[in-house]
């Protein structure tokens, strides 16, 4: 018989639920919660041997995991937190592994700063800026633009089924952006008027393709043909590792709800029971190929996408495994 999985903290558990559910969410902001939880994890654990606190510490990661598939962040932060585990006694893996969640929480802060001084000298004074979904990589170019005394406005998507085009806009109106808000289907309409079209990303692949919110691709098909130029805020941590050996990145399927409710399904079929004829499909994301990208703004500089392959053998290395295998 196999032995009974370790326990987590119940702040793992918390945390986990948390990103399913889309409490917590955008790349970075679940790279950083898992962190977080990993940290008070490893302060909290009774373990009663390293090895205890060990398969703890990967029980934690792997409930983590297991919350969403597509954002290559979140198993990032995971294994460069379990890589930190260092120590003979369990006092001393409990303070190694949670200093190294801490140090990745203020690394994935200022890198974020860095990367948003790097975007903004792509955007000039005056520039119109198109966004898609809510990006804090993407939103750190403009606050560096708007630090550096620049004039900036947006035209912001209001990115179905979940909206958060509205807490992109809410965050500009707070910086006194001025802001357009349209929806998704008026995007072509408007690129007219955009000087850039500024998206963030769950994942980057190692051809150089942009895994992010759906309808990016569709954006950035638009954008080229009206010749928008389109950047990518992404730090170095949405880097996806696997996909130098070939790997894909899977795509989140999302409820059926989130775009249709029980009333509106019944008022469709006439149907107060299920309709199998019926289906919904809820993809939280899509591919964007690199010839539909112009740069890819990170914390180490921008890179032509066809170029970003370089930059993740030199941070990862060709070989990587799942981050509990750290
Ligand atoms: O890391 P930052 O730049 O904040 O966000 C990156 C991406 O994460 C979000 O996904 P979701 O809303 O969690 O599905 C969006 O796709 C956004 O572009």
């Not at 995007?187 to 992010?212: E, K, Q, T």
Request: charged share 30%.
């Amino acid at each position: 018989m196999e032995d009974d999985p370790p326990d987590v903290d119940p702040v793992v558990d918390a945390t986990a639920t948390d990103i399913a559910e889309m409490r917590i969410r955008g790349a970075a902001t679940i790279a950083d919660a898992a962190a977080e939880a990993l940290a008070t994890h490893a302060k909290r654990s009774e373990a009663s041997s390293p090895e205890a606190f060990r398969s703890g510490m990967r029980a934690a990661a792997r409930r983590l995991y297991e919350t969403r598939p597509t954002a290559v962040s979140l198993p990032n932060a995971l294994r460069y937190v379990l890589q930190g585990m260092d120590g003979e006694t369990v006092a001393e893996l409990r303070s190694s592994t949670a200093a190294r969640a801490e140090a990745f929480r203020r690394d994935l802060e200022q890198a974020q700063a860095k990367l948003g001084e790097i975007g903004a000298n792509r955007l000039r004074d005056g520039d119109v800026v198109m966004t898609h979904c809510h990006s804090t990589d993407a939103l750190s170019c403009i606050e560096a633009a708007l630090e550096d005394g620049k004039h900036v406005e947006a035209i912001v998507k209001e990115t179905r089924p979940r909206k958060q085009g509205h807490i992109t806009a809410e965050q500009l109106r707070e910086w006194d952006v001025p802001v357009t808000l349209i929806v998704d289907n008026a995007a072509r309409r408007y690129l007219d008027d955009a000087d850039h079209v500024l998206v963030g990303a769950d994942s980057i692949a190692a051809d150089g393709s942009v895994i992010n919110k759906i309808g990016t691709s569709g954006l950035a098909v638009n954008a080229r043909e009206r010749g928008v130029p389109v950047m990518v805020a992404a730090q170095t941590i949405k880097l996806h590792p696997d996909t130098m050996t070939g790997h894909t990145v899977a795509i989140e399927m999302r409820e059926e709800n989130e775009v249709l409710s029980t009333d509106e399904r019944s008022e469709i079929t006439g149907l107060e029971e299920a309709d199998d004829g019926l289906i919904v499909e809820n993809p939280a994301f899509d591919v964007t190929p690199p010839r539909h990208v112009d740069a890819i703004v990170t914390e180490r500089g921008q890179f032509p996408p066809e170029s970003i392959v370089t930059l993740m053998r030199e941070l990862f290395g060709e070989t990587i495994g799942e981050p509990w295998e750290a």
